[in-house]
């Protein structure tokens, strides 16, 4: 019987500017090469690549053009380890605070739409989630796999009451 594999994570032309910059830094060559400089426009990250298109006059042959060229970039990208590290407090914690929460089965790591990460509790994973489960953690986290490409070798720890989400460097 053939495995089935889920599709590859998409870029979508609804996605904010400030999301797509933090999942994908790599992103701002192929917009730069559009004329985009939405990296340093005081008004890219409060609309959707589409909006942003649309307010610089781009066709929408230009847009999806822009967008598969992003999507090409996103799947040309070298493998990286397919890991998040729990650390044992955050986990610990996660399972203090969802037991004072109605329904939280995971903790999932999302986009806040200004271009920074949060963590919510949820009581099940969304469609493209992949769970995740520490070694030492009984409590899952659900990460988007178009963020796990980005988030892949981070560490979730707890630290000045509060989950703090480490990136490693590149």
Known sequence: MPSRHPPAPSIRGDIPILDLLAIFPESTEILAAYGLACFSCPFGGSESLEDGCRAHG??????????????????????????????KRAAKEAVKMAKQEKNAKGLRVQLD?????????????????????????????????????????????????????DLRSE
């Open 58 to 87: 781009f066709p929408k042959e230009v847009t999806k053009a822009l967008l598969n060229d992003l999507n090409r970039l996103l799947t040309e990208k070298p493998h990286k380890e397919e890991v998040i590290t729990i650390t």
């Open 113 to 165: 739409g200004q271009g920074s990460f949060c963590m919510e509790f949820r009581a099940k994973p969304e469609k493209d989630d992949r769970i995740i489960k520490g070694k030492d953690a009984a409590f899952p986290l659900y990460v988007p796999r178009l963020l796990f490409s980005r988030l892949s070798g981070a560490t979730i720890d707890y630290r000045g009451g509060r989950f703090q989400l």
